[in-house]
């Protein structure tokens, strides 16, 4: 009888949801758009994607060491942060760039601020938001897809769908579903996204909250200002940035009120920088600046503890 | 101040100890415009320098003549003087720098260094003192910005005082002679510059397990004494 009663303090119920296993979930839904990105832009893609994780993880594991800190190289979170950062570049950069961008991620982005849970904007959008201003000629010039397969010494280069676009071009729908335009490695094939996207929300790693309004909004604004609807929401880093950038657990406000204002904050800009802004895309800049103000956001929609008088604190 | 400490400190704080970008975090505006390049950076710590060495001497010596009222325009007014020697120099001598420096000369006449030591240190010591103040302060300035203005040339612009260097050049990353750079340079350098100055910490000690108070209860446990889940 004594064995089958364990008298314990609370909690009573546990999880087997950890760091490490939220991480996988997330690798686990980039997959296919790294998989899309490998066999849209050939072999080149996936040393990139191995070139970026693989300075991640270094990088996170000699700052710690330096800084006497516990190993955190397990939790896989520089992994997700190179895999991110390899899929927000052009196939054609040189490796020695995307690793100086996976070095600013973790070590000035991440590590400087305390590690996981303490960086105040995403890692590893603010590296490509670096490497963009470090080295703007080798971030804006897109390989062709299946360039690999015309027999060119050199990569043939095309603009993105948004640039295009910003010339009167109109990308079909089909080619921006499979992912066949120029772009970052990770942001064309919207399929891929999209399954990576509902996966994510169906495991519950994220709340559907942000990406929807993000979408949502982005798309209420083309509808009013008569855009071509379907063609803003499947062009650009739109879906990567909804799906896998807004979400990130540090970088967004925790209750639900607060997920809709940011997400809705992230989409107003997003369209606001692509239609009247000097720059085509503008999904990286909204979630960084929209990062920036979550404290602000939190501390306006922290719910009130039930009796809290007013102005009590 | 100056009484128990020997003069040399007057001279010495304002290198690293009390460096007045990295550690009061004074004349910020200067140091993120003009380090681009060092030539300018360089330019720009000497010349605030000259104005600092003087006008902190010209403060003291008549700090019992000035109003306490009117103390501040009195400040400016003998700064300015200062500067503008030094601007017509400048232009007489180095029109270069002078193009390079731009607004930011003329405007030393209100870098909160040189105003800061005047309220801070000049107008309450003597002349030897405010001086050597002034001059170490001077040099932790040229200092700083000498550091930042390398950093961000030689990764920003791929040179050196404008001559190029091999490997760097070809592929310069941008971002450090851009604003966010030099914030980035800059809050780097207040980080090792606040490193060099704090004292070691000392951990705390260790509680044993024996010093917690749920200790006697474990042991029961461990030992199947008494009924519960460690």
């Known amino acids: 009888m004594e064995e089958k009663l364990i008298v314990s303090a609370s909690p009573h119920i546990r999880t087997k949801t950890s760091t490490t296993t939220i991480m996988l979930d997330v690798i686990i839904s980039l997959m296919p758009a790294a998989a899309a990105s490998v066999i849209i832009f050939g072999f080149r893609a996936l040393m990139i994607i191995a070139d970026t994780v693989l300075a991640a993880v270094l990088a996170e594991y000699i700052s710690r060491k330096i800084m006497k800190r516990e190993n955190t190289v397990f939790d896989l979170s520089a992994v997700v942060t190179g895999l991110l950062l390899a899929l927000n570049l052009p196939v054609g950069i040189n490796p020695l760039f995307a690793a100086f961008g996976s070095v600013v991620a973790i070590v000035v982005v991440k590590q400087m601020f305390g590690g996981i849970g303490n960086n105040f904007v995403n890692p590893a959008l603010t590296a490509r938001i670096i490497l963009l201003s470090s080295f703007p000629s080798a971030m804006t010039t897109w390989a062709k897809p299946f360039y690999y397969n015309e027999g060119a010494v050199d990569a043939v280069t095309c603009a993105t769908p948004l640039a295009l676009y910003a010339n009167g071009q109109i990308t079909p729908t089909k080619d921006l579903l499979l992912g066949t335009t120029g772009g970052c490695l990770g942001e064309t094939c919207a399929v891929a996204l999209i399954i990576g996207g509902v996966y994510l929300m169906l495991r519950r790693v994220i709340s559907p909250v942000i990406p929807l309004t993000y979408l949502s909004v982005v798309a209420l604004l083309s509808l009013l200002l008569g855009q071509n609807v379907i063609f803003e929401l499947l062009s650009g880093g739109l879906l990567l940035g909804a799906f896998f950038m807004a979400t990130d657990y540090t970088t967004s406000p925790i209750t639900t009120k607060g997920k809709f204002v940011f997400a809705v904050g992230c989409g107003i800009l997003t369209f606001l920088i692509r239609t009247f802004a000097n720059l085509p895309e503008g999904v990286s800049f909204s979630i960084l600046i929209m990062n920036i103000l979550v404290p602000l956001i939190e501390r306006a929609t922290s719910p009130r503890p039930f009796g809290e008088k007013e102005g009590k604190l | ?230």
């Not at chain 2, 001059?135 to 950093?151: D, K, R």
């Open chain 2, 1 to 230: 101040m100056s009484e128990n400490k020997p003069l040399i400190h007057e001279f010495t704080k304002g290198i690293l100890k009390e460096n007045p970008v990295l550690c009061l975090v004074l004349g910020t505006c200067p140091t993120l415009a003009v380090t681009t390049g060092v030539s300018s950076a360089l330019g720009m710590g000497i010349a605030a320098t000259v104005v600092l060495v003087c006008s902190n001497s010209v403060i003291s010596a008549l700090r019992k003549v000035i109003p306490t009222k009117v103390r501040i325009p009195a400040y400016i007014t003998i700064i300015a003087a200062f500067v503008t020697i030094v601007q017509m120099i400048v232009k007489a001598y180095a029109p270069t720098l002078n193009d390079a420096l731009g607004v930011y000369l003329p405007l030393i006449v209100v870098n909160c260094i040189i105003l800061g030591r005047a309220e801070m240190f000049a107008s309450k010591n003597g002349i030897a003192a405010s001086a050597l103040d002034g001059l170490g302060m001077g040099i932790g300035f040229t200092a700083a910005l000498f550091l930042m203005g390398s950093i961000r040339e030689i990764l920003g612009a791929g040179s050196w005082f404008g001559l190029s260097i091999p490997v760097i050049s070809g592929c310069p990353i941008l971002i450090f002679i851009l604003p966010p750079g030099g914030f980035f340079v800059f809050g780097m350098l207040m980080a090792i510059a606040n490193r060099l100055n704090s004292k070691p910490v000392k951990k705390p000690e260790e509680i044993g397990c024996a010093a917690c108070p749920m200790h006697e209860n474990c042991v029961k446990i461990a030992n199947g004494e008494e009924c519960g889940q460690l």
